[in-house]
């Protein structure tokens, strides 16, 4: 099974700053199908990006994804107050096991 | 799109647990139902998978011993069963859908796109 190991932890931010998230897979995620999700206080996770690089619906272009075979990150341009959350990775792969990272939390 | 799962539950060390999903606003075939797991202040665990079409599953290996996923296509719900409740199974169960691999398209989201909003399963004696 693939381990999705995130870091930091955590990251100490200020509002208008640059989040850089990294995800490393230890072993290559097929077709580059990682995801990323973001995760409030209270609430269920909510899909940011799949398949590497693509914004899902309703989510602005300050986020941005990179990466390819076991090593992927989450770029956030400019930190807005809502964006101070808890981001994990996820992939499935094709047989098809998933898993998570075990997430970066983005602090004030 | 909705997936609105039950209530929180308590329960005692030993005994089962059944959380349902209700799905609605899709056609559920080409969807499967994935089961996530989030125990206080952790991350998230995934715990496997149905297809509502064939009721076929894929667990967890850490999972496959005492999770049962059920599928009820009259009323379009997924259900997961956990038994021989331990304490570290207190935790938030979520459930999110994901299309089937097979039938992904150019276009598809290729992820978790809709989640449930949680039920808080407490094991406690």
């Known amino acids: 099974d693939i381990v999705l190991t995130q870091s930091p932890g955590t990251l100490s931010l200020s509002p208008g700053d640059r989040a850089t998230l990294s995800c490393r897979a230890s072993?290559?995620?097929?077709?580059?199908?990682l995801a990323w999700y973001q995760q409030r206080p209270g609430q269920a996770p909510r899909l940011l990006m799949y398949?590497?690089?693509s914004r899902a619906t309703g989510i602005p272009d300050r986020f941005r994804g990179s990466g390819s075979g076991t090593d992927f990150t989450l770029t956030i341009s400019r930190l807005e107050p809502e964006d101070f959350a808890v981001y994990f990775c996820q992939q499935c792969n094709n047989s098809p096991m998933c898993s998570f990272g075990q997430g970066t939390k983005v602090e004030i | 799109v909705q997936l609105v799962q039950s209530g929180a539950e308590v329960k005692k060390p030993g005994a089962s647990v059944k959380v349902s999903c209700k799905a609605s606003g899709y056609s559920f075939s080409g969807f499967y139902i994935h089961w996530v797991r989030q125990a206080p202040g952790q991350g998230l665990e995934w715990l496997g998978w149905?297809?509502?079409?064939?009721?076929?599953?894929l667990y967890a290996h850490n999972a496959r011993a005492r999770v049962t996923m059920t599928w009820d296509a009259s009323i379009g719900a997924a259900y997961l069963e956990l038994t021989g409740l331990i304490f570290d199974d207190t935790a938030i169960y979520y459930c999110?859908?994901?299309?089937?691999?097979?039938?992904?398209?150019?276009?598809?989201?290729?992820?978790?796109?809709?989640w449930g909003q949680g039920t808080l399963v407490t094991v406690s004696s």
């Open positions: 072993q290559s995620v097929s077709g580059n199908t």
């Open positions: 999110t859908r994901k299309k089937a691999l097979f039938l992904l398209t150019a276009t598809d989201v290729n992820a978790f796109d809709y």
């Open positions: 398949d590497t690089s």
């Open positions: 149905i297809n509502p079409t064939s009721g076929g599953t």
